[in-house]
C-alpha cells in the first residue's frame, strides 16, 4: 500500500501558479480560447459529416433500389413460369425424358406465353438443350447462341455437377441447395457478350435431375428508362470501365472472380448541400453565444481563482480516490493507464492490467447486509494490495470491480501465476462481523504492448477476457486474444434473440422420462427448456443456459420453465415432475414464494413437484439455502442433488440439507464399462444415498450393459436415451396410457430410433 499512496500523492500534486493578476487572467483565457475554437471546429466537421453521412445515406438507398429492381426482373419472370407451368398446356418431365416426336410443338405451344423474353431455354436432365425458343427481336438469335452455353452451365452447377458459376454471373434470388445437386428456383444475373440479362430458373419437379425451364431478359436502354423513371435515378445507363464523372454514382454487379457483370450509372442526388443551407445560421447563433459564454466564464472566473486554488488539493484527492477503501478511483486508474501504455510504448517496461470481478459479492449485500459488504471491500482492498507487486497500481473501479496495472512481467505465464495467486487470495473464507463468507474472483488480463492505442482498448480487451473467465466456471483468470472479439459479439447476439424468444414465449419444454430400476415404469418426468431458433435451428442448451446466467435471464426462464411443467404436469397424476434451479434463482429472496405462488396459481400438487440443485447452489449460502429448503419442503416440494460427484462432492451437504433424492452424472454412467474407477465410485455413490435413506437416480443410461449394472447396484431410477428422450407432453400422455410393460418397449424402440439417427 505504501507505493500506492505515494503514487496518489505525486499525482496529486499541482504545480506552482504563476503570479499576478494578468498572469493568471491568461492562463484562463488561453485554455478558453482553446476550447471554444475546438468546439467551433467540431460543430464545423459535425456538420460536414452530416451532410456527407446524408450522401452517403442517399447513395446506399439508391443502390438498394437499383439492386430490387434488377431483381424484381427475375422474380416476374419466375412467376410468369410458374403460371405457364401449371396451364392446361403444361408438358411434364416425364414427356421431356421420354422425347416424343410432338415434344417441340408441345413445347412450342406451351411455352409460347413467354415470347416478349429474349431467350427461353428447356434444359434437360443431364444438361442438354431440349427447346430453344428466341425472342422476337432480330438480335435475340445471336445472343441466344452467346446465352445457352452459360445457360447450361449455370444449371449443372445448380445441379451439383459443376464447381462454380459460368463467368460473368451471379445469383440474385434462391438459397444454395439443401442437398448436393439439388436444383432451386433461382434468379441469375448473366452477361452475354456484354449485354446483361436476367435469368429466371424453375426446376420441373422436385427430383435432383429435373429438367430446368430457363428465361432470360437484358435490361436494355427501355427497361433502364421505365426503372429511371420508377426509381427516381435520372439517367440511368449502363457503361464500361470509364471513370465517373462529377455528380453521377456507379454501382457494379460482379460474379464470383469479384469481375464486372454490368456497371450502371445514374445522376445522384446530393441532399447534404440542403442540410449545410439549413444548418449554417444556427452555427452563427452558436459561434455567438461561444462568445458570450467565454465572457461571463471569464468574470466569474476571476472573482472565484483563489478559492478554487485553496481547495484544489483536496478535491483532487477526493476525484481521485474510493472514499470506502481509501483506493485509487476509476479516474486515477484512467490517467495512469494511459501514462503506462505512453511508457510501453517508448520503450518502458512491459506492463499489463488485471481487471478483477468478486463473485456472489451481490448475494452478500442482498442477505447480510451493506454495512457488511463494505467491510467486505475493505478486506478485499488488503489482500489485493498485499499480494500485487510494491510499484503495481491497485484501484476500485466501483461496485466489486477492481483493476490493478503491473509491471511485473508481460509473459502469459507469469501473469497466469500472478492472477492464480490473487484468486486463491481472494477465494480464502473472511470473517466479518461474526459472519463466515466465501466469495469468488474472476480475472480478465490484457498486455500493454507497443500496438496498444488508448485505455479504452485495454479496459474493453480486459472486459473480455474478465466475460471468457466467467463463462469458463468462474474463478479462474483469462488473458485477452483476438477470437475473444468474436466469441463476444456472438454472444451478445444469442442473448438478445434469447431475449426475445423469452419476451414472445418461444422457448419449449420438453419432458424426459424417468422409470423405474426395472425400467417398466415411469415413475417421473425431467422438464428440459428446448430453444428452437427459426434461422439456426435447434440450438444446445449447452449453449444457451450459460448465456442465460451470465446475463440475469436465467431468472424469467427458470420461472417459465417452472410454470409450465406444474401446469402440464397435473395431466400426469402420480409421478413427479423435475425441474432443475439454476443458483442464481434459488439465492433469490423470493424464490420459495414465487415457487408457493405458482403452485397455488396452476394447481399442481406440491407432492409431485420435484426441484433439482446442483452443490454449486449452496456455496457460501449455506444458512439461507438451508431455510430456504426446509420452507421448501414444509409445501411438500421434493428436492433433489443434481450432477452429484462432479463438484465438490461435500458430505456436508448431504448431513445438513433435506435431500431426498441423489442423481449420479452422466459421466460416471458412461464409463462404466469403460473404467474400473467409474464402477467403484457408481457403488460408492448408491451406498451412501442409501445409507441416509436417499432416492437414487442414474443419468445418461444408454445401453443395455449400463441398465443390467445400475440395476444390480441398487440404483433406485433411471433415466437416458435408453429409455427416451426428451419429448411433447402429448407423448408422455400417450405413454403413461399404454398398459404394463408395454410402455417400457414402446420407449425402448423410441430410444433406439432417436440413437440410429
Known amino acids: 500500500m505504501t507505493s500506492v499512496v505515494s503514487s496518489q500523492q505525486s499525482v496529486g500534486k499541482t504545480p506552482p501558479k504563476p503570479a499576478g493578476w494578468d498572469r493568471t487572467r491568461l492562463g484562463v483565457l488561453v485554455p478558453l480560447g482553446i476550447v471554444v475554437a475546438v468546439a467551433i471546429v467540431c460543430i464545423v466537421v459535425a456538420a460536414l459529416t452530416s451532410a456527407q453521412r446524408a450522401d452517403d445515406v442517399a447513395l446506399g438507398r439508391e443502390r438498394q433500389l437499383l439492386t430490387r429492381a434488377i431483381t424484381n426482373l427475375g422474380e416476374w419472370s419466375l412467376l410468369r413460369i410458374k403460371n405457364v407451368a401449371l396451364s392446361n398446356a403444361a408438358v411434364s418431365a416425364d414427356d421431356i425424358a421420354q422425347g416424343s416426336a410432338r415434344l417441340q410443338q408441345r413445347l412450342t405451344f406451351w411455352l409460347s406465353p413467354l415470347r416478349d423474353h429474349n431467350l427461353v431455354v428447356v434444359i434437360g436432365s443431364n444438361g442438354e438443350v431440349v427447346y430453344s425458343q428466341p425472342g422476337r427481336l432480330r438480335s435475340d438469335n445471336e445472343l441466344a447462341q452467346a446465352a445457352t452455353p452459360k445457360l447450361q452451365t449455370a444449371v449443372e452447377f445448380l445441379r451439383g455437377r459443376k464447381p462454380s458459376m459460368p463467368a460473368g454471373s451471379t445469383r440474385l434470388l434462391g438459397a444454395d441447395p439443401l442437398q448436393p445437386g439439388d436444383i432451386t428456383e433461382t434468379v441469375l444475373l448473366l452477361n452475354v457478350d456484354g449485354h446483361p440479362g436476367v435469368v429466371a430458373v424453375l426446376p420441373l419437379g422436385k427430383a435432383k435431375t429435373a429438367p430446368a425451364i430457363l428465361a432470360i431478359r437484358f435490361v436494355e436502354r427501355r427497361l433502364l428508362a421505365n426503372i429511371s423513371d420508377r426509381l427516381q435515378l435520372p439517367n440511368l445507363r449502363i457503361t464500361g470501365r470509364e471513370a465517373v464523372t462529377a455528380g453521377n454514382n456507379a454501382y457494379a454487379f460482379t460474379d464470383g472472380q469479384h469481375q464486372p457483370i454490368a456497371r450502371f450509372v445514374w445522376s445522384s442526388e446530393k441532399p447534404g448541400a440542403a442540410i449545410l443551407d439549413s444548418v449554417i445560421p444556427f452555427i452563427g447563433i452558436a459561434l455567438a453565444g461561444f462568445a458570450l459564454l467565454a465572457g461571463l466564464v471569464m468574470r466569474y472566473m476571476r472573482h472565484t481563482a483563489a478559492a478554487i486554488a485553496s481547495g484544489e488539493d483536496q478535491l483532487r484527492y477526493l476525484a481521485l480516490h474510493d472514499p470506502l477503501c481509501g483506493l485509487p478511483n476509476r479516474n486515477f486508474f484512467g490517467e495512469r493507464l494511459e501514462a503506462a501504455i505512453t511508457s510501453v510504448r517508448h520503450g518502458g517496461p512491459p506492463a499489463a492490467v488485471f481487471y ?35 510499484d503495481d497500481l491497485v484501484a476500485r473501479l466501483g461496485g466489486d470491480e477492481f483493476a490493478v496495472i503491473t509491471f511485473a512481467s508481460a509473459e502469459p505465464a507469469a501473469l497466469q501465476e500472478i492472477a492464480s495467486r490473487a484468486i486463491a487470495a481472494l477465494c480464502a473464507p473472511y470473517l466479518v462481523n461474526g459472519h463466515t463468507i466465501v466469495i469468488g ?11 496498444t492505442v488508448s485505455a479504452a482498448d485495454i479496459m474493453r480487451y480486459a472486459d473480455m477476457a474478465l466475460y471468457r473467465a466467467k463463462n469458463e466456471g468462474r474463478n479462474r483468470a483469462c488473458i485477452y486474444d483476438e477470437v475473444m472479439d468474436a466469441d463476444l459479439s456472438q454472444r451478445k447476439l444469442v442473448e438478445q434473440e434469447l431475449r426475445e424468444a423469452i419476451d414472445n414465449d418461444r422457448l419449449k419444454v420438453l419432458y424426459q422420462p424417468i422409470f423405474n430400476a426395472s425400467g417398466e415404469k415411469v415413475v417421473g418426468v425431467e422438464a428440459l427448456a428446448r430453444w428452437p431458433h427459426p434461422t439456426r435451428g435447434l440450438v444446445s442448451p449447452a449453449e444457451f443456459i450459460p448465456i442465460a446466467e451470465h446475463s440475469g435471464l436465467i431468472i424469467e426462464l427458470g420461472m417459465r420453465v417452472l410454470r409450465r411443467a406444474c401446469l402440464e404436469g397435473k395431466a400426469w397424476p402420480g409421478i413427479t415432475v423435475s425441474v432443475n434451479v439454476s443458483p442464481l434463482q434459488f439465492r433469490r429472496l423470493d424464490f420459495v414464494n414465487m415457487v408457493e405462488r405458482t403452485l397455488m396459481e396452476t394447481g399442481l400438487d406440491p407432492t409431485q413437484l420435484e426441484l433439482e440443485l446442483t452443490e454449486s447452489t449452496l456455496l457460501g449460502n449455506l444458512d439461507s439455502a438451508e431455510t430456504a429448503m426446509h420452507r421448501l419442503r414444509s409445501l411438500g416440494v421434493r428436492l433433489a442433488l443434481d450432477d452429484f460427484g462432479t463438484g465438490y462432492s461435500s458430505l456436508l451437504y448431504l448431513r445438513r440439507f433435506p435431500f431426498d433424492k441423489l442423481k449420479i452424472d452422466r459421466s460416471f454412467v458412461l464409463s462404466i464399462e469403460k473404467a ?11 451406498s451412501l444415498g442409501r445409507g441416509l435413506g436417499m432416492t437414487v437416480t442414474a443419468e445418461g443410461v444408454e445401453t443395455a450393459e449400463q441398465h443390467l449394472f445400475l440395476r444390480a447396484a441398487g ?9 427416451g428422450t426428451p419429448c411433447e407432453p402429448a407423448e408422455i400422455s400417450e405413454r403413461l396410457a399404454l398398459p404394463g410393460p408395454g410402455i417400457y418397449r414402446s420407449i425402448e424402440g423410441d430410444a433406439r430410433a432417436a440413437l440410429a439417427s
Open 715 to 723: 440404483v433406485h431410477c433411471m433415466q437416458g436415451f435408453r429409455f
Open 356 to 390: 478483477i470481478d468478486l463473485d456472489h459479492f451481490k448475494d452478500v449485500n442482498d442477505t447480510l447486509g451493506h454495512p457488511v459488504g463494505d467491510e467486505l471491500i475493505r478486506n478485499v482492498t488488503l489482500r489485493l494490495s498485499h499480494t500485487m507487486h510494491d
Open 441 to 451: 474472483a474472476s480475472i480478465g488480463i490484457a498486455i500493454i504492448d507497443k500496438r
Open 676 to 686: 474400473t474407477d467409474a464402477a467403484a465410485i457408481v457403488h460408492a455413490i448408491v
